[in-house]
Every structure is written in C-alpha cells, then in structure tokens.
C-alpha cells in the first residue's frame, strides 16, 4: 500500500432505521477521506451516528436499518456490494476492532481456533499448520506474553487487556486496509489503555494501515488521531486536524465536549485540605484483610488480597485505584458481603461483617448501597424503573405500597429523572439515564457507604460529566461515605478526598488526593499516573517520545 493512499471515502454517507413505521435518520451528510498510514477519529454522545455510520461500511446494520450515499473501498462502493462480497470484504480489507472483546468474541472456541478460521476464510490455500503459525506469530506481534498459551486459551481464560490484543491479533490477520476500533479501550485501566494505543499506533505505522477510530475519550483522541470528525445528532459538526479541534475549536458542541473531560489537576478534590477525622468512628473499616480464592477443579486457590486496611468516614470518598486484577473489585465485593474474608476484619457501620450469620447480614447489608459499572445488565429488563428502584424497599420489609410509590418519586427527582419515566423499562432509556436509576436504586435504603465500581467508564464525557456531578451533589447533601473503584484517575481526582492504591492485591500507597497525585512516592503510582491521556495533542506528543526513549 503505497503512502498517502485513499484507503476509503465516504460520500454523503447516511444511515436510517425503521422506527414504528417510519424512517428515523440515525445519521446523515458525512463526507470524510482516510488515507493510508492515517487516522481518523469520530467523536460525539451516544447517539450521535458514529457507530452507525462506521458499522455501515461493512452492512452491520440490525435488520431495520438502511445505509444510503456512497462508501467508496478501491472505487467499489461497499454500500452497494452483494452479502457474498460483504463476507470476502469484512476482515480481509476492512476489519473492525469491537469495543468489548468478550461479547464479540465465540466463548466455546480457543483463541487460536477463531484466528485460523478468520484466516482460512481468506486464504483458503494456506495449511492449517501454516494457518496456526501465522496466528502465533500475530498474538506475538500483539505483545501477549505466552503467544503459544494464548494461543491455546478460551477467551474467559484472558484479561480485559489480553482479550483486547487477541481480537486486534485477529483484526489484523489478513493485513486489511482499513480498521475500525470502536472504543477499544474503554474499559481498560490506563497502563493498559497505553500499551494498546501504542500498539495501534505501531500497526498503523508498519502496515499502512487507515485506521477509523471511534470514542468519546478525547485523552485518546488527543494521543491518536491526525484528523477529527465531531459528530452531533447525525450530522457532523466541526472537522480539523487533532490540533485545530483542540486548541481552536469553532463550535459551541466542541467546546463543551471538551470541557467535559476530567484530566489530573483540575478535579474538585484539586487544594483540598486533608480533614481530620480524629475521635469519629469510619463508616467502613478493613483492618489486615485478607481474601482468598477456594481451589477449584485444577485451578488453584488464589489470594486475590493481602493485609489490605483501609478506613472511611462520614461524608468522605475513598478512590480505590489499580490495574486489572490488582483485588480493588474483590475488595468491592467484600464489602457488600458477596466474598468472605479468610482473615482480618471488615466493619460497616460498627457491625463486623467476617463470620457473621445470613439473617445478620442482611441487617448489615442496609447499610450499604452499591452501584454497578454496567446499568444495563444490572437492572432487570423485564421491570419498569420503578420497580427495580423500590425493590430494595420491599426486600427490606415494613414499608407499605404508598410509603415505596412515594420513596420512588422521591428518588427519581432526587437523581433528576421526571416521576414519568417509573413506568418505563431500561432498553428505553439512554446509558446515563440507566446510570442514574442504579444510583436510585443504590440510595433508596438511605445507606451510609456507597460502593461505586466503575460508575462510569462507558459513559461519553459529557454524560459521564452530568452522572459525577449529580453524585457529588447527593452525596455533599446526605453525607453518605463513598468507596469509588475506578481505573480513571482523572475521575478519582474529581471525586476523591483520599486515594488508596492497589497493586498485587495489596495496598501500596495511600493518601490525601493531592498528595497520591502531585506527589506520589511508590513506583507503581508514578506508573499509572504517568499512563494517563490527556486532552492536548502536544502533551501526548511529548509523552510518547518520552515512552520511547
């Protein structure tokens, strides 16, 4: 593929849906070159088409959606092309890199095995002994650790970061001329997001290949993209290179999306004075907690945490930050009673929660309220939002019809959703509106500690931005303590008065928010903080030569 080539171009690209009998326009009007070598980066809120638009290209679209306009591969327009051209296109000249892996990826077959099928469909000629080869030597390239073990291994068996690599491992595989990542680090801690950015970027460089990149981190925008298409209710509305957008952008949608994106030093938790706490009882204690993994079939028993204390008070949020693996979930998930502990002690309230009794712990568990990364699965399809809101009322018992229908109303105004919306059920609301109902849900028994695990890592920045203040707007109000999860630091930096952080299942560093982030004394800190994105190009530019050298 010779440089500077067009690799595709989009002409009046547009995309509808069939909606209760009608044609709803999802996206409309684009018109974008991307050239070999290049990337391009797709910005905008959930719903704004550039899912859409980019699935059009290979005819992903579900059964009530229509692409119009022109999506020009070599000349051929693909909006036009026959399944069975589809089906030689996809993967061979463009491939997609999903944003979760887990879900795109067959449970039931080995890595290794979906690699050689991509590659077999393709290459018919090559041998299966070739085939396995050139699949090893991809997870390789991809930087996996034990190519041949990955190889081997189902994709539950991997980390978020490894399955991630597996499937650009198979993106990748027939060298395609176009590849398009669809928030392909969303949910990965920063270490991680970095390796796979560099990644990308190194492909990019080494096979030519024109990459579409859609997200709505600006951090990674910032450290990826030559050129930025800014997308609002289907239509794009500002275009640039990655400097133009960010340091002079136009319109008023640009200007707000960037001023969404939290980044370190800017949080309101930034100057902060440690509070003493001298004389109060926390809200939550671990003290030398440790949590252990039974062996299973030939799997051995694991430690997942180690002599982990941690103490907070009223009023106060703890940031528990880490990589994947490093326990700050299983820690989570301890606190809520769902894991014993094999030793120490954890206290909610004053109430110990290590070998206490069922019936016990269901009095314990009133106090506590947790909100899921993912509102989606979390809450029950099948339920309006006013039933699973009150469902913790009436599993706690001793409140009447009329005392939970008020609570409801009650809760729903209180995380600004109008008192309508309990008669709706989860698929009809937006991602944050969802988010909000779990944080309804999570308050209704008016707890005194919120275990919040990953709230908002797959929310869009403006979103995520309404979720976070509406939380800390709550919680300033009811005083409630707060343990925050999150492998966002920008985030913890907002939200946080003290950060813990986590690595091998132990903590190896604690502190006032200003002294983890402006001052940090353990290695592994400086790690993640230095992995963190920021939204200006020339930062990142900086960084990478840095990370380099």
Not at 55 to 62: A, T
Not at 70 to 78: K, S, V, Y
Request: net charge negative; with cysteine; glycine share 8%.
């Amino acid at each position: 593929m010779s440089a500077n080539e067009i690799v595709i171009e989009a002409r009046n690209l547009g995309v509808d849906f069939w909606v209760d009998g009608e044609w709803v326009t999802a996206a409309e009007g684009l018109n974008y070159t991307v050239r070999a070598g290049q990337v391009l980066a797709i910005v905008g809120e959930s719903g704004s088409g550039k899912s859409a638009s980019s699935m059009s290209l290979l005819g992903l679209l579900p059964a009530n959606g229509r692409a119009h306009g022109e999506a020009l591969l070599g000349g051929e327009n693909t909006l036009e092309a026959t399944p069975e051209r589809l089906r030689q296109i996809r993967g061979k000249d463009i491939a997609v890199i999903f944003q979760e892996p887990m879900t795109a990826m067959n449970p039931v077959y080995t890595i290794g095995f979906q690699i050689v099928e991509a590659l077999k469909v393709h290459f018919p000629q090559l041998s299966r002994d070739a085939a396995k080869a050139r699949a090893i030597e991809l997870l390789g390239l991809v930087e996996l650790p034990d190519p041949e073990k990955a190889f081997n291994s189902y994709p539950h068996q991997l980390s978020g970061g490894q399955r991630q690599r597996a499937m650009i491992a198979q993106s990748i595989s027939c060298d395609p001329k176009v590849l398009i990542a669809d928030e392909p680090t969303t949910a990965l801690d920063v270490t991680i997001q970095a390796e796979i950015l560099d990644l990308l970027r190194s492909l990019n460089q080494r096979l030519g290949t024109g990459i579409i990149l859609i997200t709505h981190d600006m951090g990674v925008v910032a450290d990826m993209a030559d050129h930025v298409l800014v997308m609002k209710s289907g239509r794009v509305v500002e275009s640039g290179t990655a400097d133009e957008i960010y340091h002079t952008p136009k319109q008023d949608y640009t200007k707000e999306l960037l001023a969404a994106v939290p980044h370190l030093g800017t949080g309101v938790a930034t100057g902060k004075a440690a509070t003493s706490h001298k004389g109060e009882t926390p809200v939550l204690r671990l003290a030398n907690v440790d949590i252990t993994y039974p062996k299973r079939g030939r799997v051995p028993a694991f430690k997942a945490a180690e002599d982990v204390s941690i103490e907070i008070y009223p009023g106060e949020v703890l940031g528990l930050v880490g990589e994947s693996g490093s326990g700050k979930t299983t820690i989570g998930r301890a606190v809520v009673g769902l894991l014993p502990a094999a030793a120490g002690e954890i206290s909610v309230a004053g109430q110990n929660m290590v070998g206490v009794s069922p019936k016990d712990l269901r009095a314990v568990r009133r106090n506590i309220g947790i909100v899921f990364q993912d509102p989606g699965s979390s809450l029950n399809p099948r339920w309006p939002i006013g039933e699973s809101i009150g469902e913790p009322l009436v599993l706690a018992g001793g409140y009447s019809k009329d005392q939970i229908e008020h609570r409801v109303e009650e809760l729903l105004a209180m995380v600004e959703l109008p008192v309508s919306y309990r008669n709706r059920y989860p698929h009809e609301l937006s991602g944050g509106q969802r988010q909000r109902v779990g944080i309804a849900r999570a308050l209704a028994l008016d707890p005194k500690i919120l275990v919040a695990d990953e709230p908002t890592s797959a929310l869009d920045v403006s979103v995520q931005a309404r979720v976070l203040e509406l939380l800390t707007n709550i919680q300033n109000e009811k005083k409630f303590a707060i343990l925050f999860i999150s492998h966002d630091l920008a985030v913890i930096d907002m939200l946080s008065d003290r950060i813990a952080v986590m690595h091998h299942g132990k903590i190896v560093e604690q502190g006032s928010t200003d002294q983890i982030l402006r001052n940090p004394q353990d290695p592994y800190t400086k790690r993640l903080i230095a992995a963190v994105p920021v939204p200006d190009p020339e930062e990142q530019r900086k960084r990478r030569r840095a990370r380099t050298t």
